[in-house]
């Protein structure tokens, strides 16, 4: 799909194609798959919903970078946060 081509650096084109070299992907799957994130990075300004949350809520803003961070480290990150950001009675589930 010529429209992903403006999101994926040539690293992550390589890779992508090679879900679909290697089988783990069908040329359908694929097409569906880019077809999705294209619809998002036009519905969702990322950059500009971040900048926007930092500045009116720095206090309650958390960003974490999910291409870099797995999910242990993520919620490592997110349980550090609301431990020092949050009194300890909003965090109990009663």
Do not use: H
Not at 5 to 28: A, H, M, P, Q
Not at 50 to 61: C, I
């Amino acid at each position: 799909m010529s429209e992903a081509s403006s999101i994926f650096n040539s690293t992550e084109e390589r890779e992508i194609l090679g879900w679909f070299r290697d089988g783990s992907v069908t040329r359908k799957e694929l097409q569906q798959k880019l077809k999705i994130v294209v619809q998002e990075q036009q519905n969702y300004d990322a950059v500009s919903t971040r900048l926007t949350l930092e500045e009116m809520a720095p206090e309650r803003t958390l960003v974490i970078d999910t291409t870099v961070y797995n999910p242990q480290q993520a919620a490592s990150q997110i349980l550090s946060y609301l431990k020092v950001n949050q009194p300890m009675e909003c965090l109990s589930m009663s």
